[in-house]
């Protein structure tokens, strides 16, 4: 079974610019995770989508941040203008339910983005 | 409002001598309670979880983690440790809400 793939694996872009980051979770997971890892901290979630619905979005800086999940499969987060303080790994995840609370997460590789 | 304390944020062990990672939690009812692992430049790796059944649970790689209602903790315990334990640990209490522990860096010392 295919693993969380996300890309690009690294990314360094200046301050104000946007960058999008790309995930497909596990095949037939319904519920995407994105997850934001600042150097010697442990991921904070910003946004959960279970099928295309968002469930959960009350970290993701709106002002800045957006995701989308069109057709339930694949997610792009995307962030404009990026500031320096966005550096850090950018972390997908997918489990196959959301309701149950029991399911654990997979974690993809993670992109890590380094603004200048 | 649910929480999560990972009470060491660095621990040192010998090899071949027991790991105790310790884990406190708060939340509004029963959470399921998770133990993940991530090695430097790889991704996070489930090691165990509690969903209100035994409350002793065991993981991979010789993992164990008692949950213990009472005092609301969920440590995590290994009784020989090997050099490739060395990660970081993050305890995740999850009931409406996903919140990852600050983490714990495991060190073993040769």
């Known amino acids: 079974e295919a693993g969380v793939a996300q890309s690009p694996r690294y990314k360094i872009i200046e301050k104000r610019q946007s960058v999008a980051f790309w995930c497909n979770p596990i095949s037939g997971h319904a519920t995407l995770y994105w997850y934001q890892q600042i150097l010697g901290q442990g991921p904070k979630l910003l946004i959960q989508f279970q099928n295309n619905g968002v469930v959960d979005d009350s970290q993701l800086p709106k002002d800045r941040f957006s995701a989308e999940r069109l057709k339930g499969v694949d997610s792009t987060l995307k962030i404009q203008p990026a500031k320096l303080e966005d550096s850090a790994v950018y972390l997908c995840?997918?489990?196959?339910?959301?309701?149950?609370?029991?399911?654990?997460?997979?974690f993809g590789p993670g992109t890590r983005l380094t603004v200048t | 409002a649910q929480s999560v304390t990972q009470l060491d944020s660095h621990v040192s062990v010998s090899e071949g001598t027991p790991v105790l990672l310790r884990c406190n939690y708060s939340?509004?009812?029963?959470?399921?309670l998770f133990w993940y692992v991530q090695h430097p430049n790889k991704g996070l790796q489930l090691l165990l979880k509690y969903t209100s059944a035994a409350t002793l649970v065991k993981g991979i790689n010789g993992f164990e983690a008692e949950f213990k209602k009472s005092e609301t903790s969920f440590h995590l315990t290994k009784p020989s440790a090997h050099m490739s334990d060395a990660a970081e640990y993050f305890c995740?209490?999850?009931?409406?809400?996903?919140?990852f522990g600050k983490g714990t860096r495991l060190h073993i010392l040769p």
């Open positions: 995840a997918s489990s196959p339910i959301s309701r149950q609370s029991s399911y654990e997460q997979y």
């Open positions: 939340s509004s009812y029963s959470p399921s």
């Open positions: 995740v209490p999850r009931d409406d809400k996903i919140i």
